[in-house]
């Protein structure tokens, strides 16, 4: 009894009615504000263990961040995470914070290709593809269909065959042995189809960037349609990248 006490101490109520506009239940680090106060640079960009800090100006890469928490541990003055969990977007570069800034994350619209609008706003069908991935992101993924977040009920599934999907899901930094599976995937599902990128790890490889064991060739051949980070990424940041993607980011 006490073991789920606290529990719900930490993760509160796990029953999310309006995934859209929802309050991060518990312990959670979203998107990040860097204030313009004077610190130790080199302190800062050495302390993060991927290097997604860089100097003059300090700015913060959310695509190769693993919100381990170092660096707002060390320098609170200087970067504070906030709850926000909408994080996902369709340009890499948005997904850099930069000091002085405090504006949310968002996807370009003109860049979102009209089909995705007219065929996949109502009907979405998914392939996961685990590319050397270490489960955390598949098990957000499964999560944002449990009944706390329900992603079905927009129409959005996965499925076992890429010949079903409209596109595929990557998580994991592409491991060589699954460069050639990955394409293979990609190749056998349907025009027009769509490239989502979910988690550090397959962003920028997270901690296994620079690796000999990772084959990342597939992402410098294919637009990638939609970057959602985190390490792993929240369900509800799942579902809004999913839902904006789609043209569904407001109440309908």
């Known amino acids: 009894m006490f073991n789920n006490l606290k529990i719900w101490y930490h993760q509160g109520k796990q029953f999310i009615p309006d995934v859209r ?12 504000i860097i204030t313009l ?12 263990p991927t290097k997604a800090i860089s100097i003059s100006p300090v700015s913060l890469d959310l695509g190769k961040c693993t919100f381990c928490g170092a660096c707002e541990r060390l320098f609170p003055q200087k970067i504070r995470f906030t709850t926000d969990y909408k994080l996902a977007t369709n340009v890499r570069d948005r997904l850099i914070i930069k ?14 290709p009209k089909e995705f609008l007219s065929l996949f706003g109502r009907s979405l069908k998914l392939r996961q593809v685990s590319a050397g991935g270490d489960n955390s992101c ?19 599934e996965f499925v076992a065959s890429p ?3 409209d596109g595929i899901v990557i998580t994991g930094p592409i491991t060589a ?13 349907p025009d027009p189809k769509m490239i989502v990128l979910c988690g550090t790890d397959a962003i920028s490889g997270g901690i296994f960037e620079g690796s000999p064991a990772l084959d990342r060739s597939f992402l410098e051949n ?9 390490n792993p990424a929240h369900p509800l940041t799942i579902i809004n990248g999913l839902l904006a993607l789609t043209g569904r980011a407001e109440k309908d």
């Open 21 to 32: 506009n929802a309050k991060v239940p518990g312990i959670f680090r979203g998107r990040p």
């Open 37 to 48: 106060e004077k610190v130790d640079g080199k302190q800062l960009e050495n302390c993060c």
């Open 99 to 112: 000091e002085g800034e405090d504006k949310a994350i968002e996807l370009n619209k003109e860049l979102i």
């Open 138 to 156: 598949e098990w957000e993924l499964n999560a944002a269909n449990n009944v706390q977040f329900d992603l079905s009920r927009f129409g959005i």
């Open 163 to 165: 010949r079903h999907a």
């Open 177 to 189: 042995n699954m460069a050639q599976p990955l394409q293979i995937c990609y190749d056998a599902t």
């Open 222 to 230: 294919h637009r990638v349609d939609l970057y959602i980070p985190g």
